[in-house]
């Protein structure tokens, strides 16, 4: 396997959001590209990440999954400065970094196993029941989520009468409220309430995407999808049922 990426910042900070949740994961590199998918350990959220073939300048690979801790990924990538280029080579049970800027620097990672099972992403949201869908600037979403972290752990998302509402109670308040004229709605009501702890590790994803696309239903997950020019990631959130104070 041998690619080379001109703009490895796009891969530095996608590492980033998926280390948030896991601290180990397979590396899948297909006839696609890059992608990961990964469950954090207390089984409550889930990444996807894709970078496709288009992202990179050179593209030499076959099917394979690559085991690697992310902690040491990221230290490697963060090296890259903003005119460096990136050549990922792998030999025998190492992957090799050669980083090329006004000097030429090489890095090697040694691959490790991981045990835990293999997750298709695609296939596993398919079979989750979202009855809303929101898609709005993610710079409102971003502020929502860090309004709602002042006062409470938790905030619930809700469809009322064609309103997308971002609200959270503790024993102070917040609430953000959404019409068509602020964000595409397709929708129908319904409340979900999820942990505002997981919800501020997503939002970092949202400062990668223009905008930020919500999937839920009554009770049910939650899926974010942020999008930028080759690359995309995605959040699934189980749901916190719990009663209202």
Do not use: W
């Not at 703009?7 to 990961?36: C, H, M, Q, W, Y």
């Amino acid at each position: 396997m041998l690619v080379k990426l001109d703009t490895p910042g796009i891969l530095s900070k996608a590492i980033d959001l998926v280390s948030e949740l896991v601290t180990e994961v397979r590396l899948n590199i297909s006839s696609f590209g890059f992608s990961i998918t990964a469950m954090d350990p207390a089984n409550v959220a889930m990444v996807g990440f894709k970078l496709p073939k288009s992202a990179f300048s050179r593209f030499e690979a076959g099917n394979e999954a690559l085991g690697i801790n992310l902690d040491n990924l990221k230290k490697i990538l963060k090296r890259c400065g903003p005119g460096s280029s990136l050549i990922i080579e792998k030999k025998d049970n190492l992957l090799e970094f050669n980083i090329q800027d006004r000097i030429k620097r090489k890095f090697t990672l040694s691959l490790i196993d991981i045990e835990t099972e293999d997750i298709d992403f695609d296939a596993k949201v398919g079979r989750m029941e979202f009855s809303s869908k929101v898609e709005l600037s993610s710079i409102d979403f971003i502020d929502s989520i860090e309004d709602s972290s002042i006062v409470a752990d938790a905030c619930s998302f809700q469809i009322s009468e064609g309103k997308f509402i971002i609200e959270a109670k503790g024993l102070d308040s917040s609430r953000a409220e959404f019409s068509g004229d602020e964000a595409k709605i397709q929708a129908e009501n319904c409340k979900s309430r999820y942990s505002l702890e997981y919800l501020q590790k997503f939002i970092k994803g949202a400062k990668l995407s223009e905008k930020t696309t919500i999937n839920f239903a009554e009770d049910h997950p939650l899926k974010l999808d942020f999008r930028a020019p080759n690359l995309e990631i995605s959040f699934v959130l189980a749901p916190r049922v719990e009663t209202e104070d």
